[in-house]
């Protein structure tokens, strides 16, 4: 039985992506933010003391698993994005705030121009990110090539004076993306990118 409910956090359409630099790069941190400039979660990533051992030797970062969490400002799990082990292409498993499976992401690559099918629970597609990672330029798109949304570091008004470097990024849903756990699956998949991309 699916108990899988909608949170509140994805109500947004735009959510501003900001890399928080630490002294010692074993995990990566972004807090999040609404188009108003007001602070509204954090994207943490978990590793072990054993994981951290593992990253500094060589190429096996890039088969290690690893788990990002979606917090909301009172520091409660929103979503998860898990990856386990994998030797190439990955598929990762996002759940909700109760450990329940709401989507699974396929990851394919073609040298810096990635993407990234996203499923919900059944395996059925609801959503695809394509793009190019070397301009950070991102479309996401229905099952029927629509335009849903997109990824960008370019956009305008207030934020664009709060945001100037390059470890941030936008991203933009349309307002007619149903609120339900397949929105969840897709912000999540969306907001998450950066820490997906640098864990390939």
């Given at each position: 039985?699916?108990?899988?409910?909608?949170?509140?956090?994805?109500n947004?359409?735009?959510?501003?992506?900001?890399?928080?630099?630490?002294?010692?790069?074993?995990?990566?941190?972004?807090?999040?933010f609404?188009?108003?400039?007001?602070?509204?979660?954090?994207?943490?990533?978990?590793?072990?003391?054993?994981?951290?051992?593992?990253?500094?030797?060589?190429?096996?970062?890039?088969?290690?698993?690893?788990?990002?969490?979606?917090?909301?400002?009172?520091?409660?799990?929103?979503?998860t994005?898990?990856?386990?082990?994998?030797?190439?292409?990955?598929?990762?498993?996002?759940?909700?705030?109760?450990?329940?499976?709401?989507?699974?992401?396929?990851?394919?690559?073609?040298?810096?121009?990635?993407?990234?099918?996203?499923?919900?629970?059944?395996?059925?597609?609801?959503?695809?990110?394509?793009?190019?990672?070397?301009?950070?330029?991102?479309?996401?798109?229905?099952?029927?090539?629509?335009?849903?949304?997109?990824?960008?570091?370019?956009?305008?008004?207030?934020?664009?004076?709060?945001?100037?470097?390059?470890?941030?990024y936008?991203?933009?849903?349309?307002?007619?993306?149903?609120?339900?756990?397949?929105?969840?699956?897709?912000?999540?998949?969306?907001?998450?990118i950066?820490?997906?991309?640098?864990?390939?």
């Open positions: 039985m699916n108990t899988a409910k909608y949170s509140s956090f994805f947004y359409n735009e959510f501003f992506i900001d890399e928080k630099v630490g002294l010692f790069k074993f995990s990566n941190a972004y807090k999040v609404n188009s108003q400039g007001e602070e509204i979660g954090l994207i943490q990533q978990k590793v072990s003391t054993f994981h951290k051992v593992l990253r500094v030797i060589g190429d096996i970062k890039k088969m290690m698993p690893f788990t990002l969490e979606i917090l909301d400002n009172n520091g409660v799990v929103q979503a994005i898990n990856r386990g082990w994998t030797m190439f292409m990955s598929k990762i498993i996002i759940t909700d705030s109760n450990g329940v499976e709401i989507g699974k992401i396929q990851q394919k690559f073609k040298l810096f121009k990635p993407r990234f099918i996203i499923m919900d629970q059944y395996e059925q597609t609801i959503a695809e990110i394509n793009g190019d990672w070397k301009a950070w330029d991102f479309t996401i798109t229905d099952p029927n090539a629509m335009s849903i949304g997109t990824i960008s570091k370019k956009w305008n008004g207030a934020m664009k004076e709060i945001f100037t470097s390059a470890d941030k936008v991203v933009s849903i349309a307002e007619a993306v149903a609120e339900d756990t397949r929105k969840m699956a897709i912000v999540s998949t969306a907001i998450t950066d820490m997906v991309l640098k864990e390939r």
